[in-house]
């Protein structure tokens, strides 16, 4: 099974509201990475949380980790239309740090 | 400035038929990957490199081969295309550091095996 499991699975709020996802991992992890999917492209990288912080923020985003419950949780603030999109946790692990394993994802609709 | 490039694009196969799919990437990066998605799902990890000349299995490998032809090019072979092959490919290459850098996604191949 994958390392990283997203819930929920999916998500639908209305623009302006906030999104929280989260994230559940199974081994001890080097950081984790969250990034987003746009339907039927390539995903791209929002933002990377080493295993000796518990949070980050960057514009809207806010992502938390709590290594104690192998969990992260991001959190979109002031939800748009085009936050509409999968998202994606990605663990990097310490026995094998190149090896970038990801979750299973969070489908988010905005509704306008 | 191109990052991560994949081609084709699209391939339809017959069962049995063998491909190669390219991937090259533009930025220096050490660590080169394979991965699949099927629809609705996320990504399962086929092969990676963390260094030119060296490969290493991921989740889910049979079935597929790699080559790091050189530290730009990462190739995918399928010998005998199954219709459970029938998936989005994503090739996504990062630099090595400490395992605390981003990974760039090409665009994918959509296969089909038929």
């Known amino acids: 099974s994958q390392q990283g499991e997203e819930d929920p699975q999916a998500l639908s709020i209305q623009e302006g509201e906030n999104a929280t996802m989260n994230c559940s991992y199974k081994t001890s992890i080097n950081n984790l990475q969250w990034y987003r999917q746009n339907s039927g492209r390539g995903l791209v990288h929002l933002i990377l949380?080493?295993?000796?912080?518990r949070e980050k923020h960057s514009g809207r985003l806010r992502v938390t980790l709590d290594t104690s419950k192998k969990s992260s949780s991001l959190l979109i603030t002031a939800s748009r239309a085009a936050d509409t999109a999968s998202y994606f946790c990605?663990?990097?692990?310490?026995?094998?740090?190149?090896?970038?394993?990801f979750g299973s994802g969070t489908r988010l609709s905005i509704r306008p | 400035n191109a990052g991560v490039t994949q081609t084709p694009k699209f391939q339809v196969l017959k069962t049995g038929q063998s491909m190669t799919l390219q991937c090259a990437q533009d930025m220096n990066h050490n660590s080169m990957y394979w991965y699949r998605q099927d629809p609705g799902m996320g990504l399962r990890l086929i092969y990676y490199?963390?260094?030119?000349?060296?490969?290493d299995k991921g989740e889910v490998p049979n079935g597929y081969n790699v080559s790091r032809l050189n530290k730009r090019e990462f190739s995918l072979r399928l010998e005998s295309a199954a219709p459970s092959q029938t998936s989005v490919y994503f090739c996504?290459?990062?630099?090595?550091?400490?395992?605390?850098?981003?990974?760039?996604f090409g665009q994918g191949t959509r296969l089909t095996v038929v």
């Open positions: 990605a663990t990097a692990s310490y026995s094998s740090a190149s090896k970038i394993i």
């Open positions: 490199s963390a260094s030119e000349g060296t490969t």
């Open positions: 996504a290459s990062r630099r090595e550091g400490g395992g605390w850098t981003e990974a760039f």
């Open positions: 949380i080493r295993s000796n912080e």
